[in-house]
């Protein structure tokens, strides 16, 4: 019994990658949805994108990408709002002065 050789996350992420840039998706947002979302889904929607074959895959995958969230969720928050340093300085006071 021959075993497949594994490809490497990292090797799996930079063709996922690959793929959305060929779709139409910039390299930012790519590298954004590769962060956020897990590549076994991604390489799925790419796969019935590709089988599709529609006018436009940038919208199909990204709306594809939106249905599959409420199935599959997301590994990683979408906010990455950071809290200001004024916000910083007001937690510590007060967990100071609650001591």
Excluded at 9 to 21: F, I, P
Excluded at 46 to 60: H, L, M, S, V
Excluded at 67 to 94: A, F, Q
Aim: proline share 3%; aromatic share 10%; with cysteine.
């Amino acid at each position: 019994m021959k075993h497949k050789k594994e490809i490497s996350h990292y090797a799996r992420e930079k063709g996922v990658q690959s793929t959305l840039y060929k779709f139409g998706l910039g390299i930012g947002l790519a590298k954004r949805v590769t962060y956020h979302y897990p590549i076994r889904v991604l390489e799925k929607l790419i796969a019935e994108t590709e089988k599709r074959q529609p006018q436009d895959p940038a919208d199909y995958f990204l709306k594809g990408l939106k249905r599959s969230r409420i199935k599959y969720g997301c590994d990683r928050k979408l906010n990455r709002k950071r809290k200001s340093m004024n916000e910083l300085k007001d937690m510590e006071e007060k967990k100071w002065h609650s001591l």
